[in-house]
């Protein structure tokens, strides 16, 4: 998993409950990389999941509520640190259709060695985009995050329904978005 993750919810954990919180989850850990992250490296999927397993026993916050915060605060981030992916873009659901065919294909460019989830879209209309997430992590309530926070950024609101497809070996959920405004 690539470190700008890590160094995310890093930020995130800090301004959700502080960094003295932070510092305990990371001492509690025993993480091989002992919590170190850059954002260009590349570390173990599984210290992020022992870090959010940690921060949801410390914090009494479930995984799935912590995981869709994280996609609120991952997207808020990605929309100041890479603005170019959002120029020409009005609206969350052309936002959503760009994201395999361009920003992906570009973070594979700088990153060959990036696993990053896949987004296949069967349906995109002006009051409706359905689409399948595919991913060997199962982050789907992370996905769902970024969703949530791709339309507040565009100011929208949408009922979001999620259905699981499969679990294993590769977690694919179909994420259907109904804009309501």
Known sequence: MKGVVFTEFYEFVEEAFSPLFLQEIINASNLKSEGVYTATGTYPFCEMGTLVTQVAAKSGEDVPKLLKG????????????????????????????????????????????????RFDCLEHSDRRYVMIYKSAR????????????????????????????????????????????
């Open 70 to 117: 994280f996609g609120h605060h991952l997207f808020c981030y990605f929309s100041k640190s890479s603005p170019q992916h959002f120029e020409g873009i009005d609206n969350s659901f052309d936002f959503l259709n760009h994201v395999e065919s361009h920003i992906h294909k570009d973070v594979r460019k700088l990153y060959p060695d990036a696993e990053l989830p």
């Open 138 to 181: 199962g982050l789907g309530d992370l996905c769902e995050g970024l969703i949530e926070g791709c339309l507040q950024f565009f100011g929208e609101t949408a009922t979001i329904e999620r259905e699981l497809l499969a679990a294993e070996p590769v977690t694919e959920i179909r994420f259907a978005i109904q804009k309501l405004s």
